[in-house]
């Protein structure tokens, strides 16, 4: 059976850097082919994919944050990495870790951005 759990902080001032981990149990995180995903829901809207790592370490970005999103694994901890720069309100969402590939889903964390 594979759990899937995010991890953060709740609350982030704005201007500062978002850090967000997926620790992952009962499946490797480095399985060729099988990409996991960071995805968010912000209040009132749909979901938002934000990027991907595959399981040869590729990674791949939504161009519309490419610039301040950077995701990284470490494999012998199982772990996903998300990190978010120079965040504003509008970066309140619901964050979920998944595979969207195997149907994993993580049950997702809440962070609000506020001063």
């Known amino acids: 059976q594979v759990h899937v759990q995010e991890s953060g902080p709740g609350l982030v001032k704005p201007s500062q850097t978002l850090s967000l981990t997926c620790t992952v149990a009962g499946s490797s995180i480095s399985v060729s082919n099988r990409y996991w995903s960071w995805i968010r829901q912000s209040p009132g809207k749909g979901l938002q994919w934000m990027g991907s790592?595959?399981?040869?370490?590729?990674?791949q970005y939504n161009p519309s944050q490419k610039s301040r999103t950077s995701i990284s694994r470490d494999t012998s901890k199982g772990q996903i990495s998300l990190q978010l720069n120079s965040v504003t309100p509008e970066d309140t969402a619901v964050y979920y870790c998944?595979?969207?590939?195997?149907?994993?889903w993580g049950q997702g964390t809440q962070v609000t951005v506020s001063s």
């Open positions: 790592i595959g399981g040869e370490g590729g990674v």
């Open positions: 998944a595979s969207l590939t195997a149907n994993y």
